[in-house]
Each structure stands twice: as C-alpha cells, then as structure tokens.
C-alpha cells in the first residue's frame, strides 16, 4: 500500500497527512460548543496549524449518532467565515458538510477540499460542485443520517460490503464529473458501524486502498475506543480521555499506508505519523 498519495492542490508529506477538526456547533459529540464562537473556532484551527496539522476540517453540522440535521441558512453562517478568516491566515482548508450548497460557499470563501460523509448521498448536487471547482473531494462510505444510521449497521463481510458500495459510489461521482485524482476514500468508521466493524475496516485498510485512492481513517475519539477502553465498571471511558488511543490508531493507520487521518488532538497525532513514517522507511531499507 503506497504511502506517497500526492492529491492536487493539498500538502504532499512522505508521510500520513494529519487533518485537524474544528466543530463550530453546540452539539458534536466530542466537543461540542467549545468551538462555537468564530473567534474561538477561528483561534482553535491556527492552534492546530502550530501543533502540526497539515489540513484544518471545518464542519458547521453534527453527525453525531442521533443528531438532527441544521438548516442550510444555519450550517452557511457557521462555517463560512471562520473559512474565510483561516484560507486568509494560509490556512489549508477542508469543509465538512453534506451540502452542495454549502461546499460551494466555502469554495470561494478559500477552502482547498470537501469532505462529504454522505458520499455525495444526502445531496446529488454535490458532485458537480466538486466537478466544477476541481477540488480534491472525500468519498466516505455512509448508509444514511446520524437519526437511524446505527439500524443500519448490518453486514456479512463488512470490508468486502464497504468496499463495494465505496466502489458504486465512486463510479456515480465520476459519472457526475470529477475526475479520479480528486477522490479521496473513507471508511466511514463509527457511520452505521458497530465496533466490531470498525476493527475489521481498520486491519483491512489493504483491501480497501485496493480500490486505488487514497484513503482518509477517521477514528479520533469515536465511541468504539471507548468502549475498548471502559473501566472495570463497564462504562466506556470519555470521549476526551480516547486521545491516547486515538494516537495509537494513527500509527497503525499511518504505518499500513493511510493518506491522511482526521482527528481533534493534533499534537500526539503529528508524533505519530512521523513516527510511522520512519517505521515505514527502516523497513524499506532492511
């Protein structure tokens, strides 16, 4: 699996790229309405840049389990002018969002990548934005929104399951347009997923970058860690004390060729890629 994905017009490492989150919300399930002002939001995403964050995730939308959609009016006014205050610091930016709408708005406000948790399902308009503005686009495997998607977490094979309907997925993008070097692929880890399947798409990420994109891991602070890492009593442990565990997911996703990992600490997980990448070329050496 290549560990040398170079995508137009993002940063190219010989190395795991890492992409910082800033949730200008009241609800996102890590740490929602600490980032809510857009001062605050705006401070944050710089502050990732310094703690090594290659590419700063700007989303104005929870897709936490059961969250329920904001308006168009609403996910506008949250996220453009903090991306337009971070592309203007020189900030590279991403938009998450499931809304073409939305993607367009934060294209000319300077963001540099859309990623989509849908797919380009929630929206059919998306893809012809992204087709429009030649801009590097995640494809995330997702079966439907935050309200119902844990009732869909049914599979035989789960790898081989994701793997097609990532497949089909990006055979309508490009249909649409967008050409092959802008697609980037997700997993779509804890999205209609149950531990167990999390796990398996984490040791099959080979299977999965066979596809032929690169592939962004998602796993930061995600309900599956801690119910890995609950205490004695059985409950899992917070969402905030998983950032340990988080790091130790980037290593091994770095290590078996990720092309970026999404996460909300940046320090540790900027160590971490660095520490794969060596990893990585001691045993091309060998």
């Known amino acids: 699996m290549t560990t040398s994905w170079r995508v137009p017009g993002l940063p190219a490492e010989e190395r795991c790229l890492v992409m910082g989150v800033v949730n200008v919300t009241p609800d996102s399930f890590s740490d929602g309405g600490r980032w809510f002002d857009e001062d605050a939001a705006v401070r944050h995403g710089l502050e990732l840049v310094r703690q090594g964050a290659d590419i700063v995730d700007v989303g104005g939308e929870s897709t936490r389990p059961g969250a329920t959609r904001v308006s168009l009016e609403e996910e506008l006014a949250r996220v453009t002018p903090v991306i337009r205050r971070l592309a ?47 801009v590097p686009y995640v494809v995330m495997h997702w079966r439907g929104h935050s309200h119902d998607m844990d009732s869909r977490a049914v599979y035989t094979d789960v790898v081989t399951e994701v793997r097609e309907e990532l497949a089909k997925r990006v055979a309508l993008v490009l249909a649409e347009g967008v050409a092959e070097e802008q697609i980037v692929l997700d997993p779509g880890l ?80 900027a160590d971490a890629v660095r520490v794969a990448a060596a990893w990585r070329r001691a045993g091309d050496a060998t």
């Open 88 to 134: 203007a610091e020189g900030v590279t930016v991403s938009v998450d969002t499931m809304r073409a709408e939305v993607a367009q708005a934060a294209l000319e406000a300077g963001a540099k990548l859309v990623n989509d948790v849908s797919g380009g399902l929630a929206d059919p308009q998306m893809a012809r934005v992204v087709a429009a503005y030649g």
């Open 190 to 269: 804890g999205f209609a997923k149950r531990p167990e399947h999390n796990w398996s798409l984490l040791a099959g990420m080979g299977r999965l970058a066979e596809l032929g994109y690169p592939l962004l891991i998602g796993a930061s602070r995600k309900r599956f860690l801690g119910r890995l890492l609950a205490g004695p009593d059985g409950s899992p442990r917070p969402f905030s004390e998983c950032d340990d565990a988080t790091a130790a997911v980037t290593a091994i996703a770095a290590h078996a060729g990720a092309w970026c990992v999404r996460v909300h600490q940046v320090s540790a997980n």
